[in-house]
């Protein structure tokens, strides 16, 4: 899911000569397993947190958020033909904008 995906996309900025290798329980097209769960959903306040450690966590991560979507959204920027289909199109140019 996308817990994985990030690791995989961090340890490979780490290292760019690891090769890392992806499981997946469905074939990829098919109904990838982070497509369907909110493991991507960053709102911590709507979860009713009790004030404290959990919550700050949540709080900072939710903060890194934009950032890591900048990266992945270069990343597929530069993938070109390859990371075009993960990239939303502006409606009114065709133009790829960021995450889909």
Request: charged fraction near 25%; charge should be negative; include cysteine.
């Amino acid at each position: 899911g996308l817990a994985g995906l990030s690791v995989a996309l961090h340890l490979s900025q780490l290292d760019p000569t690891r090769q890392i290798t992806i499981l997946e329980r469905t074939e990829m097209l098919e109904s990838p397993t982070g497509s369907f769960a909110a493991a991507g959903m960053l709102a911590p306040q709507s979860e009713r947190l009790p004030k404290g450690d959990y919550l700050d966590l949540c709080l900072a991560s939710k903060r890194l958020f934009p950032d890591f979507c900048q990266q992945v959204e270069r990343l597929a920027r530069e993938a070109g033909d390859e990371g075009a289909p993960y990239l939303v199109k502006d409606d009114s140019e065709g133009k790829s904008n960021g995450l889909e």
